[in-house]
């Protein structure tokens, strides 16, 4: 019999995909309700691992270009955002099929601890986007002394 290590954290991506997915089949956006989120918005897939120089985001981004991707990071949240364009725009009578995704996408990832923006890397390669987020520093424990009177 192995041992599992368990993780209390590990559906609650899961969980918040689900929940998330809920609510926007419940209430589906108008199309001209939210400037820059058209119909077509999508969520890339996006694999998280932990790797000896830290955690690693990968996002699969088929058919975006480097420059339509932004990696930021604010009040301790990783925030990968870009654009995918429609290679050829058609009328939609034109279509016999269309499955694949095009428009803005947004993903946001909380960060364990304080880590600075700087070391975080990122490599955009086959269409596939790379980011390094190192493990952050130990809080050394800082030793006062105490004078008594």
Known sequence: MSVMRWDPFKNISTLQDRINRLFEDAFPRAADEEEGLATCAWRPAVDIYEADEGVVVQVDLP???????SVEVKNNLLVIQGLRQVDVPLNEDRY?????????FQRSFALRGSVPPDSIKATFKNGVLTVLVPRPEEEKPKKISVSID
């Open 63 to 69: 058919g975006v270009k480097k420059e339509d991707v």
């Open 96 to 104: 016999y099929r269309r499955e694949r995704s095009c428009g803005t």
